[in-house]
């Protein structure tokens, strides 16, 4: 199996600063590109998912002055060092050493704590919090984790499926049918999420898995994507660019942008290629929920 993984994070038209982020790493070459720039581009034209997998996260920060700039990159910094064996604070517990969704389990929980503490340590970094989605494929799997309200779809044979649900109060509301789905775009409440890292002491991260296909495209966002363009929107553009999922990350971006850009915008796209990957039977994707009890 091989993947091709682009990505775009843009500072959109209103923002001062970039409070998104994202991680690309590749655990059998140890190679990583993380974001935080006021723009900026990354490419994995062509990987071969060895052993030891791959790791695609978004996190999108919040807080005042730099602390949402800091709380993504701390997010992202610290699930790397700690899956790299580099974070001369933290050894992996033996139970998280069996598979890298534990692994990667265990490392969110961390990027919680360090964030949290950083938060009631540092007056300038009070409150401060970040969104975390992350994709790992390894073997024959794609596992996700989230925590907030950063997004996953999956595109498969010319159909998307968003593949997270989002933790925040409009989601709530849609499920105990007090709201339509329709409604929650133009909700006033719409940017309040239910957990973040660094927000609590404690965080519940929602996991899942699926099977890839051959030519599965995974899309990975912030909300500055999600809250401008809807699903068949994402669909029209990555499709119009074909087998270009550069142009397509640029696209998508510069449509948010179009349409108001009053947030930082990140996305990831990553296309599931080779010969030994079976191809899709049916345009459905069944997601498997996960338990870390």
Do not use: W
């Not at 998912?49 to 730099?66: P, Q, R």
């Not at 949402?68 to 790397?80: C, D, F, K, L, P």
């Not at 996991?207 to 995974?218: K, N, Q």
Request: charged share 25%; net charge negative; glycine share 8%.
């Amino acid at each position: 199996m091989q993947l091709e993984i682009h990505v775009k994070s843009d500072v959109g038209r209103v923002r001062r600063g970039n409070e998104d982020n994202f991680l690309l790493l590749n655990l059998d070459s140890a190679r990583f590109e993380t974001g935080g720039r006021p723009t900026v581009s990354a490419d994995f034209p062509a990987i071969k998912l060895g052993e030891s997998g791959i790791v695609l996260s978004v996190s999108d920060g919040m807080g005042g002055a730099l602390a949402g700039e800091v709380a993504s990159q701390m997010a992202v910094e610290t699930v790397r060092d700690i899956l790299l064996g580099e974070d001369s604070e933290i050894t992996l517990q033996p139970d998280a050493r069996d598979s890298l969704i534990k692994q990667l389990y265990f490392s969110v929980l961390q990027a919680n704590r360090h964030i949290h503490r950083k938060g009631r340590t540092d007056s300038q970094f009070n409150g401060m919090g970040a969104t975390l989605t992350c994709a790992a494929a390894v073997g024959n799997s794609v596992y996700l984790l989230q925590v907030g309200d950063s997004r996953a779809y999956l595109i498969r044979g010319g159909k998307i499926e968003q593949i997270t649900k989002d933790q925040s109060l409009v989601q709530q509301l849609i499920d105990s049918n007090q709201i339509l789905p329709e409604e929650a775009e133009r909700h006033a409440l719409r940017n309040v999420i239910l957990q973040a890292l660094g927000a609590q002491s404690e965080i519940y991260p929602v996991g899942c898995s699926f099977e890839p296909r051959r030519d599965d495209v995974l899309l990975l966002c912030s909300d500055g994507l999600s809250n401008k363009l809807n699903a068949a929107d994402l669909l029209e553009f990555v499709l119009r660019a074909g087998e270009d999922l550069t142009a397509a990350c640029n696209e998508l971006v510069r449509e948010a942008n179009a349409r108001g850009g009053e947030d930082n915008i990140t996305v990831i796209l990553a296309r599931f290629k080779g010969d030994d990957l079976p191809a899709p039977e049916t345009e459905t994707v069944e997601i498997i929920p996960l338990s870390f009890e």
